[in-house]
């Protein structure tokens, strides 16, 4: 799907605050509400907006640990096997496959470090893991959504 810029002024305007009325983004772009809702559907239909959600600061909700951690796998294993193993982990909260010498990476949230430590005990104990390497986050310097690149 091809983006015009009014599709990526109304996506960037969603990704800060998704809880904007039709009629506001119009506003904001120089449209009618209708014709915003319009494009917001057809944005939905194509697939470039999958949903609409919250940003959380997962410290006040509780996780003061956060950590990457990387898997390496024995022999040749599946995306979808590892997707599938650490997909039981509500900690595991991104999940992808990466070039280099690991197979995976993960970015888990937990309690504390105890927390941290149980969760990474349990995905090392997956049957397909050959060894983790994990660093824990001190400070986090840039969290940015996702939204079109720029034209």
Same mark, same amino acid.
């Given at each position: 799907? !091809?983006l015009?810029?009014?599709d990526s002024?109304?996506?960037?305007? $969603?990704?800060?605050?998704?809880? &904007?009325?039709y009629a506001?983004?119009?506003?904001?772009?120089? $449209?009618? #509400? %209708?014709?915003?809702?319009r494009?917001?559907d057809?944005?939905r239909a /194509?697939?470039?907006?999958?949903?609409f959600?919250?940003?959380?600061?997962?410290?006040?909700?509780g996780w003061?640990?956060?950590?990457?951690?990387e898997?390496?796998c #024995?022999?040749?294993t599946?995306?979808?096997?590892?997707?599938?193993a650490?997909?039981?982990f509500?900690?595991?909260?991104? /999940? %992808?496959?990466v070039?280099?010498?690991?197979d995976?990476v993960?970015?888990i $949230?937990? =309690?504390d470090m &105890?927390h941290?430590? !149980?969760?990474?005990? !349990?995905?090392?104990a997956?049957?397909?893991?050959? &060894? =983790?390497k %994990?660093?824990l986050?001190l400070?986090?310097?840039?969290?940015?959504?996702?939204t079109?690149?720029?034209?």
């Open positions: 799907m !091809q015009d810029r009014l002024d109304i996506i960037a305007l $969603l990704v800060e605050d998704a809880r &904007r009325s506001e983004l119009g506003e904001r772009v120089g $449209l009618s #509400a %209708s014709a915003v809702k494009r917001v057809r944005l /194509a697939g470039a907006i999958t949903g959600t919250v940003r959380l600061d997962p410290g006040v909700l003061t640990v956060e950590g990457y951690v898997l390496y #024995a022999n040749s599946a995306p979808a096997a590892i997707r599938a650490v997909d039981r509500p900690e595991v909260v991104d /999940a %992808s496959t070039s280099g010498d690991a995976a993960l970015r $949230l937990a =309690t &105890r941290f430590e !149980q969760v990474l005990e !349990q995905i090392g997956q049957p397909f893991v050959a &060894r =983790t %994990s660093v986050v400070s986090p310097l840039l969290r940015r959504p996702s079109p690149p720029p034209h």
